[in-house]
């Protein structure tokens, strides 16, 4: 009878606790991160008896929450790479929209430009057209210069969202540590799982995969180490290690993030962070906005090099040569911060076709400076020995070495990078613009042969000569003197040159017969040096070894943006899917379902009504047995 | 399959979110009549419009340079019909007054006419553009084409000229050199010229004179001489004798491959030479003109020489500027030509970019009406799916 009791009393108390864990389920059925909790149950002991083994009763061993470790995980890298591309893409969509608006764009600017030049080719001598002219330039100088510091701005917002991510996931691993302890501590003391714990431990860590990408691995104790990038350890059971941001080991400007390894040692863990808000930033750094600013220092350097070469072959109003119509910013050199000689390097820009977008490493080790492509990875052959008379000559740089390096020293050499910052328009005087060529051949009234000027050209600015009169006079129809120097042998349709400049003259002329190259001096009307100019900036492929021509290099930039934004937005939107099917996978597996509460709350409850009538049966057999003894 | 009651709302509600910002971009393509939004919508699509744009704008600045060398070319043109008409008149002139019966004073007053007509031909040849430059300097556009000093005319521009650009690869001069249109002009026959010498005492005049063999002319000065009123003599500018014969008057006298006629009678010692044609200029031409009728005491032989081969320059001088015009009427048909290529490339090019950046909307409103259809699918689904829950069946 008493047998009979207390396993009744076992299954009240049981389905009780099954109760209980129905109603918890259902009270935290929009908790998130909450797994879904069973009670288990288990049967007591039984007792033996000349007619066999008689059950206990029942007994809740534990209560178990459902989780999945492999869905889990997954969640958890579909969340990094998630937030990584949508990280990417965001910023990426940004700087695209800055560069496609097509009324204020750059290929709009630079046709504005061009079209200005074309209107003072149409009429040379207008100081109106030329001021609009010096107008654009400063227009296009600007607009380049304007994306330059939204470069820099989306910069620093990245960087502060690399400090806030760094803090996040400073607060997430020391919370996580936290937790292990104490999970560590109740699972030691009670032998029975902390669910609570447990699902809040999760949580946190599926919070770390927003930031960076996560491995774990589950210790013995119930405590989980946190691994993040490549491998490094960010929690190891209760310790919690640090990032830190840290001053970047060539342009302290900018920021790195660090590891702190124990004691006061930091490594630069910058490359090996993938995954996450902090890889998608990091890569968008690296990616967008370096190669984005590069590629429009090139086109900063282009126009400045291209404009003032055509300038210095041309002659202005005041019938001086053609002044520097834009300056441009330098190349920067920056020493690493470890380095320990006393190196130091000066680079500057030698041929602009041979100038590219990307950044470069030269380091020095085993006696030899090494140039390495830091985008390929490839290392890049030089020329030259480094020295003022021979310097290092190489991707269109021209590098001096000065002072002494020590092995491993090494410098990293942005060609572009800061060129737009410095870019300027230096002609204030719209009489300076060079729209005339500075030389003027022509034949003399008097010849009696059929030579004439064919073309002339100026090819050496440079020379003092190049504005001295100088008369070429044929001694026969195949023989010349210039300057009464020679004779020469004259062939028609082959350049003669002198002073700077290269004619050339076709026909047969008569002996006797003059030419004379002289100043192009009050030339106001003349425009060759404009439409030359014109030709170099729109169709000379004179960028990326002779393939793209400047409004070329300008298009590209931004429809190359625009390609790179749109795989990101691609990438982000597959990997939102993923990332919803895991989601929705674990929470199939781990979430509330209502309907099975429900189910349950009627199972428990009918099963403790059950119990109930055994003890109402077991009451009735003792009454009836009473009442048995009473009534004798 | 189980199916977590949380994972199911929020799924609907996120599938509704995604309907409704689908909607809201269809919704935004309709207002604003843009296909692409924003470059990310089309990147490739985006480059293309702006390289379009970009294009349309280079041939927008076509037309202006077309208008430009358009507006230059006409005012060279009538410079050069307004030129033309002078020397036809200097021309009448020089014939009016090729005509012995006139005295001394006539003729003066003929040159005196040509004088004006000279000061005319200056002021055409220092035309100026809307700019104020020279029309015909060349590059010395701000430089005064032409300066007169007493009758005397000289070049003070420069024979280059501007190249105006009327399309993508096609580059026109805007307009021409002063000393190629009024100075280079061919003298005498364009082959040589004929003078009678200042000492002739006789009445012997020549002609022109025309190149009967080219092959045989060897470019020197040659002197006929007349070593009696009836025998001539030709020497080579090294005394060579080329030629000789017996004179009659206006017949032909050939040598080198020219033949030249000598009227009248020369006397013992006359000369006349045959020297090879250099460049005579308009003003040059008139301004002897004006010299040899204002000389009373040249001889009627050297008028009659000098007037003829004065005419034969204003001729020469016709014919260059009608070369000259016939260019400009070239290059202005190239400009109407290209204007019209400008125009049908303006079209093609607005179409393509209306093609590429600018909204179906037969499509887009097809797509509104789906997307909404969709949308009220899930929100109707989610109504009624949302309100099942056992717990509604379990009675108390």
């Known amino acids: 009878m008493s047998d009979l009791l207390a396993t009744s009393v076992s299954g009240l108390l049981a389905f009780q606790r099954a109760l209980d864990v129905t109603s918890n389920n259902v009270a935290n059925a929009a908790t998130p991160g909450y797994s879904v909790e069973n009670a288990q149950f288990t049967e007591q002991p039984s007792q033996a008896s000349s007619a066999g083994f008689f059950g206990g009763g029942v007994d809740v061993a534990t209560v178990q929450r459902t989780y999945d470790e492999a869905l889990a995980q997954q969640v958890r890298s579909s969340q990094s790479g998630y937030s990584s591309f949508n990280t990417f893409a965001t910023q990426a969509a940004q700087v695209d929209n800055m560069l496609s608006d097509s009324n204020t764009g750059l290929t709009a600017s630079l046709q504005a430009f061009v079209n200005a030049l074309q209107n003072v080719a149409n009429s040379p001598s207008s100081s109106a057209q030329r001021q609009v002219l010096l107008g654009q330039a400063q227009a296009l100088t600007q607009q380049l210069k304007?994306?330059?510091?939204?470069?820099?701005?989306?910069?620093?917002?990245?960087?502060?969202?690399?400090?806030?991510?760094?803090?996040?996931?400073?607060?997430?691993?020391?919370?996580?540590?936290?937790?292990?302890?104490?999970?560590?501590?109740?699972?030691?003391?009670?032998?029975?799982?902390?669910?609570?714990?447990?699902?809040?431990?999760?949580?946190?860590?599926?919070?770390?995969?927003?930031?960076?990408?996560?491995?774990?691995?589950?210790?013995?104790?119930?405590?989980?180490?946190?691994?993040?990038?490549?491998?490094?350890?960010?929690?190891?059971?209760?310790?919690?290690?640090?990032?830190?941001?840290?001053?970047?080991?060539?342009?302290?400007?900018?920021?790195?993030?660090?590891?702190?390894?124990?004691?006061?040692?930091?490594?630069?863990?910058?490359?090996?962070?993938?995954?996450?808000?902090?890889?998608?930033?990091?890569?968008?750094?690296?990616?967008?906005?370096?190669?984005?600013?590069?590629?429009?220092?090139?086109?900063?350097?282009?126009?400045?090099?291209?404009?003032?070469?055509?300038?210095?072959?041309?002659?202005?109003?005041?019938?001086?040569?053609?002044?520097?119509?834009?300056?441009?910013?330098?190349?920067?050199?920056?020493?690493?911060?470890?380095?320990?000689?006393?190196?130091?390097?000066?680079?500057?820009?030698?041929?602009l076709d041979a100038l590219t977008t990307e950044d470069y490493r030269m380091q020095y080790a085993g006696g030899t400076w090494q140039l390495t492509d830091l985008t390929s990875g490839q290392t890049v052959a030089m020329t030259g020995s480094g020295t003022g008379a021979s310097p290092f000559q190489a991707a269109g740089l021209s590098i001096v070495v000065s002072g002494s390096p020590s092995n491993g020293d090494s410098f990293e050499i942005r060609p572009t990078a800061g060129a737009t910052q410095g870019l300027a328009v230096t002609l204030a005087n719209p009489a300076q613009i060079a729209a005339a060529s500075p030389i003027q051949a022509s034949a003399s009234a008097g010849n009696t042969g059929s030579g004439i000027i064919a073309s002339q050209a100026v090819v050496n600015p440079a020379d003092p000569q190049l504005l001295a009169t100088a008369s070429i006079l044929f001694t026969s129809p195949s023989t010349y003197t210039i300057n009464g120097s020679g004779p020469f042998a004259y062939t028609s349709g082959q350049p003669i040159a002198a002073n700077g400049w290269s004619v050339t003259i076709t026909g047969t002329p008569a002996a006797g017969d003059t030419f004379k190259v002289a100043s192009n001096a009050g030339g106001a009307g003349d425009n060759r040096n404009a439409l030359a100019t014109i030709d170099a900036l729109m169709s000379a492929s004179s960028l990326n070894g002779g393939t793209t021509s400047l409004s070329g290099a300008a298009n590209d930039l931004v429809s190359g943006m625009g390609v790179v934004t749109e795989q990101a937005q691609s990438n982000a939107s597959a990997q939102h899917v993923v990332n919803q099917d895991s989601v929705t996978a674990r929470n199939n597996v781990s979430g509330v379902n209502l309907d099975e509460e429900a189910a349950n709350m009627v199972r428990y409850q009918q099963m403790y009504q059950a119990m109930a009538q055994m003890i109402t049966a077991s009451n009735a057999m003792f009454n009836s047995l009473v009442s048995a003894i009473a009534g004798r | 399959m189980r199916i977590s009651t949380l994972t199911f709302q929020t799924n609907a509600i996120d599938q509704m979110d995604q309907l409704e910002a689908a909607l809201s971009k269809t919704q935004g393509q309709l207002a604003s009549g843009k296909r692409i939004q924003e470059a990310a919508d089309d990147p490739a699509g985006m480059a293309q419009v702006n390289q379009l744009n970009a294009e349309l704008s280079a041939s927008r600045q076509y037309v202006t340079n077309q208008n430009a060398a358009s507006a230059n070319l006409q005012l060279e043109g009538q410079?050069?019909?307004?030129?033309?008409?002078?020397?036809?008149?200097?021309?009448?002139?020089?014939?009016?007054?090729?005509?012995?019966?006139l005295s001394a004073s006539q003729r003066q007053d003929i040159a005196t006419q040509l004088q004006q007509q000279l000061q005319q031909l200056v002021a055409i040849g220092n035309r100026t553009d809307a700019n104020g430059d020279y029309l015909f300097s060349g590059y010395a556009s701000q430089t005064q084409a032409f300066t007169l000093s007493g009758n005397a005319v000289s070049y003070t521009g420069s024979d280059g000229v501007s190249q105006l650009q009327i399309s993508a690869n096609q580059r026109i001069s805007g307009s021409d050199a002063g000393d190629a249109v009024f100075m280079s002009i061919p003298a005498g026959n364009g082959t040589f010229t004929t003078a009678a010498a200042a000492a002739n005492t006789g009445s012997g005049s020549i002609d022109g004179g025309s190149v009967v063999d080219p092959s045989q002319w060897t470019p020197d000065t040659y002197t006929i001489a007349f070593t009696s009123p009836t025998q001539y003599q030709v020497t080579n500018s090294g005394g060579g004798v080329v030629a000789s014969g017996t004179y009659t008057s206006g017949d032909a006298i050939q040598f080198q491959g020219i033949e030249v006629t000598v009227s009248g009678t020369p006397s013992t010692g006359d000369a006349f030479t045959v020297a090879p044609a250099g460049k005579a200029s308009a003003f040059a031409t008139l301004s002897g003109l004006i010299k040899t009728l204002s000389s009373p005491a040249l001889s009627s032989a050297q008028i009659t020489t000098q007037l003829g081969n004065g005419l034969a320059q204003i001729d020469g001088a016709i014919v260059q500027l009608g070369n000259v015009s016939a260019s400009v009427g070239a290059r202005l048909n190239a400009v109407t030509a290209a204007q019209s290529t400008e125009q049908s490339t303006q079209t093609q090019l607005q179409s393509s970019v209306s093609q590429l950046s600018d909204v179906d909307y037969a499509a887009a409103v097809t797509q509104l009406n789906s997307q909404e259809v969709a949308l009220q699918a899930a929100q109707q689904s989610y109504a009624s799916l949302a309100r099942l829950s056992l717990f509604n069946y379990i009675q108390g």
Not at chain 1, 210 to 238: C, F, H, K, P, R
Not at chain 1, 299 to 306: E, H, M, R, W
Not at chain 2, 85 to 100: C, H, K, T
């Open chain 1, 146 to 351: 304007s994306y330059d510091s939204q470069l820099t701005r989306f910069d620093g917002n990245i960087e502060s969202q690399v400090s806030s991510s760094v803090n996040q996931i400073n607060t997430l691993a020391g919370n996580i540590a936290t937790l292990n302890q104490k999970i560590a501590s109740e699972l030691g003391a009670t032998g029975q799982p902390p669910n609570d714990l447990l699902d809040q431990r999760d949580q946190l860590i599926d919070q770390l995969s927003q930031y960076v990408s996560v491995n774990t691995a589950q210790q013995g104790d119930g405590e989980i180490n946190v691994y993040i990038g490549t491998g490094q350890t960010l929690v190891t059971g209760s310790t919690a290690q640090s990032l830190t941001t840290i001053p970047s080991l060539y342009d302290p400007t900018r920021i790195d993030v660090g590891l702190s390894t124990g004691g006061a040692t930091t490594a630069d863990i910058t490359s090996q962070i993938a995954g996450g808000t902090l890889g998608g930033l990091l890569s968008v750094r690296s990616q967008v906005i370096d190669p984005t600013r590069n590629a429009l220092g090139q086109v900063a350097v282009g126009l400045a090099t291209i404009v003032n070469q055509q300038q210095a072959m041309g002659m202005d109003l005041t019938g001086s040569l053609g002044q520097p119509m834009f300056s441009v910013g330098g190349v920067q050199a920056f020493a690493a911060s470890t380095n320990a000689g006393s190196a130091s390097l000066n680079v500057t820009r030698g041929s």
């Open chain 2, 79 to 101: 410079a050069l019909s307004d030129a033309t008409n002078l020397l036809q008149s200097a021309r009448d002139l020089a014939v009016e007054a090729n005509n012995a019966s």
